[in-house]
């Protein structure tokens, strides 16, 4: 690799960065010399990797990254604890929060159900999400519309309903300010699947 | 920021990583959940960080990033100590090293003269390069060719050439594996200006 030509230290910060997803050799290059040239930039950065790698952790009851156990959303008293909605990231969590839309309470996944990548449902938080379905009247899936997330979600959806709890899922069809013209034919259809009474 | 609302140590990290070169603010949440799912990567990284900090350093003699000082080609008896190659950043060493053409030395300038930034002939390694031109009888300039590139690349010239020293610039042309209808003018232009007889 080119970066071997690079003193040591320098090839290894290189190499390191470019294990980071979508940080190719060629950006590894220039993030690891601006990083030479701010020293304060980056020892921020080294010091905020290993905060981050020793405070936070995964909530004991949804699974989302939190620094406090049970997480903010699980500690809140206000929220409707009898919905709850299923993500596979914790990123998914801030993107529904945002929206102020749902009001009760989440689980994370960590992932999806993935046969063929060796993930099973023992590799994902199910088995935390089935112990805590007490009083929970809806689950709603918010899976990417994967083939994989659609798996995950009639997966779920299997294992919920005959406990007599209410499965839905969020709704796919065409993003708002999209366009039909450039909209894929299966977004197309599942968004005409979906219409819905004016 | 939308990054506020994750745990305080996620958005710190998200916010560190967000300072880095075009690494925006969707990109760094992506990251920085990814170096929340690697505890491994995580960890080698911020200790290639901190160890590339601490044990990388400017050479004396040419100011290239190295970690023995002097760096390995002040110190290599090999090279020629007659032709002396400028150059803007220490990548720039390493590409030209690539090509295994220039069997000279170096000097970094870290950066060019840019007035309207405030860098002036003493915010670069300009005095350095003044005070090591015992012997040298060819100074390449190698800046990018921008305009700040070639101003500092004439200014320098304008002081060495009285010394009696020979100054050079790289050529200026259509990159080998380029195409005329796609160049811009003004590479088109220079490449002309710069025929040679065949």
Known sequence: MDFLKYPQPLAELISSLSRLPGIGPKTAGRLAF???????????LAKAIVVANRDIRKCSICSNFTDQDPCAICQNMQRDLTALCVVEHPRDVVSLEKTGEFKGIYHVLHGVLSPMDGIGPEQLTINQ???RLEGIKEVVMAMNPTVE???????????????????????????????LEYADEITIARALEGRRDL
């Open 34 to 44: 601006y990083l030479l040239q701010q020293p304060q930039v980056s020892e921020d």
């Open 129 to 131: 999400l089935l112990r």
């Open 149 to 179: 997330g659609e798996a995950t979600a009639l997966y779920l959806a299997r294992l919920l309903k005959p406990m007599g709890i209410k499965v839905s899922r969020i709704a796919h069809g065409l993003p708002v300010g999209g366009d």
